[in-house]
């Protein structure tokens, strides 16, 4: 079995699971952005971070001969792990739930308050849970100052949201102001914008919620101008082919999700944590703890199995007014595939190198991850132009939200710390035991 035991290729491991996991969630706002639902989208996802999760169980958990105190994968499939394969499944059910839920909470209350609600709580409750978890390995003069650039980097990004989407909007209402139009702005965020002077207003002197930027007629738009990134007419393409609108939906619904999401992302690495290390002394006497492995195996089977039934019942019974669908149409949706297949490798590969990572140096280290806003955003500039054509203000913002999240990593990592491998620390526990064997026998003799 291989293993990473020192706090170098942990670091390593770590910052590879940082690029994976911020690059998946660009292909699959990508495919929403083209249309594609997101139950198909999901359950390819989900497929393939599957079938990632048993890849690296085959592969890196069956090198080298097995042990009795550190098992390969396969001979621990049939050893009697129970309580902490049960405690794996339900860190897997609880980053299932979060990712489920975190795409329609946008939608509830916006992406702003969603990101800030959800990265705080999974970096505060779920590091502070780690470093405790692992007996304070982390060095907590850098961890926590790298927690408290995180939280902050995390309220810089939905300011940067906040400002990017009234610069979309000024955009918008000078594009329908150079045609004369009324100014009546088609809602393109999740927060109601006002509209001075409007014909039609409703009570608030706000654009109606059922107004989306789908009733401009795209035919009549400069095709040249929907080609280039942060033009009115580009935005107005891309709101008329995603699947998801953004429209206002019902505030508490939308806050209870998100702090349900955010809870979810919290305790799922605790959850991993508690599994492989077995703080609670769930396993009997002689049995070896799981190793990462074989955990993150029945952790991924939680996963899938979780959004297999979420999202096929979300075929038949959609959320937010998106139309139905059926298994058939899932299986003959062709469209996008690939790129889902894809985001769901890089997901699981992600979250198995961040195990991998943190069982060697620190979990509490390893939710550096977390900042995948840094990956997500790059991806986001390069590939959709995201921020293109905004007001300083924006950029001004981004720039120091991007330098926040860089120092957030930095801390978080240079927290690592380097954890006693369960076999060595088996095998010391042994030897020590052989050796008052013996003392006593001398003194008997």
């Not at 961890?143 to 009234?166: E, K, Q, Y």
């Not at 007419?233 to 953004?246: F, G, T, W």
């Not at 952790?299 to 959320?319: E, H, K, Q």
Request: hydrophobic share 50%; proline share 4%.
């Amino acid at each position: 079995m291989f293993l990473v035991e020192s706090k170098a290729g942990a670091i390593a491991c770590m910052l590879v699971s940082l690029l994976l996991l911020g690059t998946w969630p660009a292909i699959l706002t990508l495919l929403e952005r083209r249309g594609r639902l997101p139950q198909h989208t999901y359950l390819d996802y989900s497929t393939m971070n599957f079938l990632a999760a048993v890849t690296i169980a085959l592969t890196f958990g069956q090198i080298g001969g097995s042990k009795p105190n550190m098992p390969n994968f396969i001979t621990q499939l049939s050893q009697d792990t129970w309580p902490c394969v049960l405690m794996a499944m339900l860190g897997g059910l609880f980053l299932g739930l979060g990712n489920i839920s975190i795409q329609y909470a946008w939608a509830f209350v916006g992406l702003s308050v969603t990101q800030v609600i959800t990265s705080s709580i999974a970096v505060v409750i779920g590091t502070t849970l780690n470093y405790f978890l692992d007996d304070k390995i982390n060095k907590a003069s850098l961890l926590f100052p790298g927690v408290a650039f995180f939280v902050i980097a995390v309220c810089l990004g939905s300011a940067v949201h906040s400002s990017n989407a009234a610069d979309n909007v000024a955009k918008l209402r000078s594009f329908h102001e150079s045609l004369n139009d009324i100014p009546n702005i088609p809602e393109i965020t999740d927060e109601k914008v006002p509209v001075p002077d409007a014909e039609a207003p409703d009570e608030k002197g706000t654009a109606s919620d059922t107004e989306s930027l789908t009733d401009v007629d795209i035919e009549n738009l400069d095709s040249e101008q929907m080609k280039k990134a942060g033009t009115a007419e580009n935005l107005i393409l891309v709101e008329s082919q995603r699947a998801i609108k953004v429209v206002g939906k019902s505030t508490f619904i939308g806050l209870s999700i998100t702090f349900f999401a955010g809870l979810c992302f919290a305790l799922f690495s605790p959850a991993f944590n508690l599994a492989t290390n077995d703080q609670w002394h769930m396993l009997k006497d002689g049995v070896p703890h799981l190793v990462v492995y074989t955990a993150f195996f029945y952790f991924s089977i939680a996963f899938f199995l979780i959004a297999a039934i979420l999202n096929v019942t979300f075929l038949y019974y959609p959320l937010l007014n998106l139309p139905k669908s059926s298994l058939k149409n899932y299986l003959t949706d062709g469209n996008g595939r690939v790129w889902a297949m894809l985001a769901g490798l890089f997901c699981g590969f992600g979250n198995g190198l961040q195990f991998i990572g943190g069982q060697a140096a620190g979990y509490a280290a390893a939710d550096a991850v977390q900042a995948l806003p840094l990956v997500s955003t790059f991806w986001g500039i390069i590939f959709f132009g995201e921020y293109r054509r905004s007001s300083k203000k924006t950029y001004a913002l981004l720039f120091s939200m991007l330098v926040l999240f860089s120092i957030a990593v930095v801390l978080l990592l240079a927290s690592a710390g380097q954890r006693k491998t369960t076999g060595k620390a088996n095998a010391r526990h042994q030897r020590r035991q052989s050796e008052l064997f013996f003392t006593l026998a001398s003194l008997d003799f």
